[in-house]
């Protein structure tokens, strides 16, 4: 099955930007995903990748996927302290009825002041 | 606009009691997910449904069940509780086809004592 690591903690100073690495195992994962989970909070999509793509931008958001090294990179411009947060990347090969999908461990950034 | 809704939001449930967590999806989403996220831990998927078919299973034990109904909203019912199952659980929602998108609703903290 799909395995998808990630580095437990990243902190940055405020205003730098803040780039969260994960790499990923299954190499028919069509779709990549970050979610955001604040502490005690629910899991917000932020933005996603379809595999045939090498990078999104999203406002202080850019995805870059590096498909042959499966490595996905989330990097947030301008970290403020809001964005503070434990950050998911997910995995998904969609078949039918095999739509579920696989977290890594999480990062947690912190915002240095 | 509109979101996953999850009832309750918490539960405090003893050891060989049972537990029933609903989850309401996005109006028009079709697919239902439920996850586990353990203290410290990433969300593990349990089961989901497509149109009121289960459409996947996942590390879902023995005890739990879960059914979509014909409104689309999804019930976990959990049984025979031991103190592990203490966890966040999560309910997802989305369209089926597309980029398989999943929402999150704000989760049940249940706790087992």
């Known amino acids: 099955g799909e395995d998808v690591e990630q580095s437990l903690f990243l902190s940055v100073r405020e205003g730098d930007s803040s780039v969260i690495n994960c790499t990923y195992t299954d190499s028919s994962s069509t779709y990549l995903y970050w979610y955001k989970q604040e502490p005690g909070a629910g899991l917000q999509l932020l933005t996603y990748i379809f595999s045939n793509m090498d990078m999104k931008q999203d406002q202080r958001l850019t995805v870059l996927l590096n498909k042959k090294d499966k490595h996905l990179s989330l990097r947030i411009a301008d970290t403020q302290t809001g964005d503070s947060a434990i950050y998911f990347c997910a995995a998904i090969s969609p078949n039918f009825g095999n739509e579920k999908l696989t977290f890594g461990t999480g990062t947690r950034l912190t915002i240095i002041p | 606009a509109a979101g996953v809704i999850q009832s309750p939001r918490h539960l405090i449930k003893e050891k060989r009691e049972t537990a029933t967590l609903k989850c309401y999806p996005i109006p028009r989403h079709d697919t239902v997910y439920w996850y586990q996220q353990g203290p410290g831990q990433d969300p593990q998927f349990l089961i989901s449904?497509?149109?009121?078919?289960?459409?996947d299973k996942g590390s879902i034990p023995d005890r739990f069940s879960a059914q979509q109904f014909s409104d689309y909203h999804s019930e976990l019912n959990m049984s025979s509780l031991e103190l592990g199952d203490s966890a966040l659980y999560f309910c997802?929602?989305?369209?089926?086809?597309?980029?398989?998108?999943?929402?999150f609703g704000p989760g049940t903290r249940l706790t087992v004592t």
């Open positions: 997802a929602s989305s369209v089926s086809g597309g980029s398989y998108e999943q929402y």
């Open positions: 449904f497509y149109e009121k078919m289960q459409s």
